[in-house]
């Protein structure tokens, strides 16, 4: 049905290279795993370094409420494996590694299945494909840890500069992707840049996989305009909320994005729309609360959850966070600590992990305070 046709066009010097990074340019696609960054942009950067070039692919998938590469690599792993090989092709990288969530021994199975047989096509001749699993590390979702993970060392983030586009994998220059990102690319040369660009919403550009649990009637992968708003996703997509429960907040990008009330749920949900509120978008893992939830037992889960993730290599986030979860779990709060400890963990921290692992606790001294004392 047409697969592998647009892969086997750019092998044969029908595309150029140039061509399809201004392609994905217009189109708008950004980095689905949670930064944003433009995808053509990313291209041309790894490009133009010296090489000889290597490319990572991030299907670790650890944030809370996210799975929509899950979704996708499930059931339909070639238009991402086409997407993937396309990418390498043009910035001319030798290897391409797939780092996959060790939690989904289903879908290694699959990939290993349907890599061997793209292997027997010859259509992998420029770019060798090796699959590696991740060891359950939420840590290995950011991407130099990712990185050292893959070279067999222990999955602790780099300091930057030098930027993986640059000194990545190996020390070589590094395409890094999501895998929802590389699903795109296929859709987006063949039916236009204009054609994706003109999907969103609220202005927003694209289409976005919003992974929506929670108390709501029909959860679940939801293909989307960007710049949606929580409103709009409840009544269109999810039937509304559960029966028996009445909206209360929700969380719009996983575990350290932040809490919203459900006052602010005509916001669009993009990319530089929730930062103002103290909040993020990130990989779109939407969690929907309800009157039936208590907001400080839901921040304690989830700064319990990052004290357990950090990776231990930095003070700040190695005792801040779990200084955060003993300042919860007393009697009653002292906000002008914790305040000060999130801006500790924000400016000192090396990865987004500390940096944003204050998000929820600020939110809901912001936005509930008749959820704690």
């Not at 929506?212 to 269109?236: C, D, F, Q, W, Y």
Request: proline share 5%; net charge neutral.
């Amino acid at each position: 049905n047409g697969g592998y046709t647009l892969l086997q066009d750019c092998l044969a010097g029908e595309r150029t290279p140039n061509g399809l990074i201004k392609t994905l340019e217009g189109s708008k696609l950004k980095g689905m795993g949670g930064a944003g960054f433009p995808a053509g942009t990313k291209w041309r950067f790894v490009r133009k370094e010296p090489g000889p070039h290597l490319m990572t692919v991030n299907a670790d998938e650890g944030e809370p409420g996210t799975f929509k590469d899950r979704f996708y690599l499930d059931r339909d792993p070639h238009r991402f494996l086409e997407g993937m090989l396309i990418a390498a092709w043009a910035v001319e990288a030798t290897d391409v590694y797939i780092y996959l969530r060790d939690e989904y021994p289903g879908i290694y199975k699959l990939l290993k299945q349907e890599i061997f047989k793209l292997e027997a096509t010859k259509l992998t001749t420029a770019t060798r494909i090796h699959l590696r699993r991740g060891a359950g590390a939420y840590i290995c979702g950011e991407e130099s840890a990712m990185m050292e993970s893959i070279e067999g060392k222990r999955g602790l983030p780099r300091h930057r500069p030098p930027y993986v586009s640059t000194a990545g994998l190996f020390g070589r220059p590094t395409l890094n992707h999501n895998v929802e990102t590389l699903h795109w690319v296929r859709d987006v040369v063949e039916k236009g840049a204009d054609w994706f660009a003109s999907q969103g919403r609220n202005g927003g550009e694209g289409l976005r996989s919003y992974s929506i649990s929670g108390r709501v009637r029909e959860p679940g992968m939801k293909l989307a305009p960007s710049g949606i708003t929580m409103n709009e996703l409840l009544e269109e997509y999810c039937g509304g909320m559960a029966k028996g429960h009445k909206f209360k907040a929700y969380l719009p990008g996983g575990a350290s994005g932040g809490i919203l009330p459900a006052s602010l749920a005509d916001i669009p949900l993009d990319f530089g729309t929730l930062e103002e509120h103290g909040c993020f978008i990130g990989s779109a893992g939407i969690i929907v609360l309800s009157d039936k939830d208590n907001i400080r037992d839901a921040v304690l889960n989830l700064m319990s959850f990052l004290a357990n993730e950090s990776c231990g290599q930095c003070t700040p986030c190695r005792v801040g966070t779990e200084k955060a979860v003993k300042l919860l779990e007393a009697k009653k709060l002292n906000r002008p600590l914790m305040r000060e400890l999130c801006a500790t963990m924000a400016d000192a921290s090396i990865c987004g992990l500390g940096q944003a692992a204050g998000n929820p606790v600020l939110s809901m001294m912001k936005h509930f305070n008749k959820d704690f004392a």
